[in-house]
């Protein structure tokens, strides 16, 4: 069974930085594409970024690039978003999301139904 869990979300003010971890079992990991997703009270799911474990490849949504960045610790099956810079806008749930394979994810990343698992999410606020 695939699980995924998510920490690290809290509150923070504008221009300050969170990391967070998705801590992945249940999975191959270096199959997989691990997705970083969120929402807003009110706002559809959104892709923030990807990792492709198989090669190391990143992908980031145009409001985070530069800002936000995602890595892989493959030994501790765990991919963390590390996020600076923030914003109020950056307010949401966020979630990472499983999808396999890597290859065929990577061409569709923002998608969510391109992930078959998913984390129960944690929630980052950030106050202006």
């Known amino acids: 069974e695939v699980q995924l869990v998510e920490s690290g979300g809290g509150l923070v003010q504008t221009g300050g930085s969170l990391r967070l971890s998705c801590a992945a079992s249940?999975?191959?990991?270096?199959?997989?594409?691990i997705g970083w997703f969120r929402q807003a009270p009110g706002k559809e799911r959104e892709g923030v970024g990807c990792i492709t474990n198989n090669d190391g490849d990143t992908y980031y949504a145009d409001s985070v690039k530069g800002r936000f960045i995602i890595s892989s610790d493959n030994a501790k099956n765990t991919v963390y978003l590390q996020m600076t810079s923030l914003e109020p806008d950056d307010t949401a749930v966020y979630y990472c999301?499983?999808?396999?394979?890597?290859?065929?994810?990577?061409?569709?990343?923002?998608?969510?139904?391109?992930?078959?698992?998913w984390g129960q999410g944690t929630q980052v606020t950030v106050s202006s």
């Open positions: 999301a499983a999808g396999f394979p890597a290859i065929v994810v990577a061409t569709h990343w923002w998608a969510v139904n391109e992930y078959d698992n």
């Open positions: 249940g999975v191959t990991f270096d199959d997989y594409a």
